[in-house]
């Protein structure tokens, strides 16, 4: 494990540059967060075991997340499972007059979205998103909290759950509802097993919704009848990125748009 830590440690050296090196290195030893470059700015991640991994890994997967999002002026886009705010971040920098909404329960996590966010103008949410609104329990991995969700068992089939805390959860309707918010052009949701329970607090939302680009894997035990369920919404689709057990998937109502990744030629449809 050290020395795939140590190469992941090399490899960020050579990604992300000297500084962000350094920081990962000081982050580690006095257990602050580390400060990276992504796109034209820099931003705050946690520092946890599983730092470098994701940092390796995981920002290129945001890249091609918000590539994929279609070209649409002033997009409204919802961020369910937002970490440390970073597909918030791109999102904005690739659409400064979007108004986005980035939804973190975890509080380590949600300060850091704050802080990443702040220039940004985006709007974070410091709840759960789920089925209704009310409250749960969001199930910590304090090595990786990428994967922390409020479904016990996803948490620990990847890694160990070491620590629990109590959250507010709202339904995406509700909140849509509250908000006023009549139409959503991009909806991500990435929640460690939980996209079914998200999406069944949702049947309003998606009916608003034009791209949709979420987490399908088999943590979610019902990840096949939710594919099923979204491909009704959403005829055209196609994988982004893999993930582990899993795949980012990219769902459009429509093949309207020039982006690349909305063409049916790239997409499959499956009406």
């Known amino acids: 494990m050290k020395i795939m830590n140590f190469i992941y440690l090399l490899r960020v050296w050579r990604n992300l540059g000297l500084s962000a090196f350094l920081s990962v290195i000081y982050g580690a030893v006095r257990n602050m967060p580390v400060c990276i470059p992504l796109g034209d700015r820099k931003y705050l991640v946690n520092s946890e075991q599983a730092t470098t991994y994701h940092l390796v890994n995981s920002l290129s997967k945001l890249t091609k997340l918000v590539q994929a999002i279609p070209s649409v002026e002033s997009p409204v886009i919802l961020d369910v499972g937002a970490n440390c705010g970073l597909f ?24 850091l979205a704050k ?15 789920a089925d209704k609104t009310g409250k749960s329990t969001l199930f910590i991995n304090k090595k990786s909290q990428q994967t922390n969700s409020i479904i016990r068992d ?14 507010e959860t709202i339904s995406l309707d509700d909140f849509v ?9 991009v909806l991500k949701i990435d929640v460690q097993g939980a996209e079914s329970a998200v999406l069944a607090g949702a049947v309003e939302t998606l009916k608003k919704t034009h791209a949709l680009i979420v987490e399908i894997t088999f943590l979610d035990p019902g990840a096949q009848e939710l594919m099923q369920l979204l491909t009704r919404y959403f005829p055209i689709w196609r994988p982004i990125a893999p993930v582990l057990f899993g795949a980012d998937i990219l769902l459009l109502r429509d093949n309207e748009g ?5 063409q049916k030629h790239n997409c499959q449809n499956i009406r």
Not at 177 to 185: L, N, Q
């Open 88 to 111: 918030s971040a791109l999102a904005a920098q690739r659409f400064p007059s979007a108004r986005i909404y980035a939804f973190e329960p975890a509080p380590d996590l949600s300060i």
């Open 115 to 129: 802080e990443n966010l702040k220039d940004h103008g985006c709007t974070v949410v410091q709840k759960a998103v």
């Open 154 to 167: 996803a948490v620990a089939a990847v890694g160990e759950v070491s620590g629990e805390h109590e959250v």
């Open 177 to 185: 509802r509250i908000e006023g918010i009549d139409k959503i052009d």
């Open 258 to 262: 020039e982006n690349a990744y909305t």
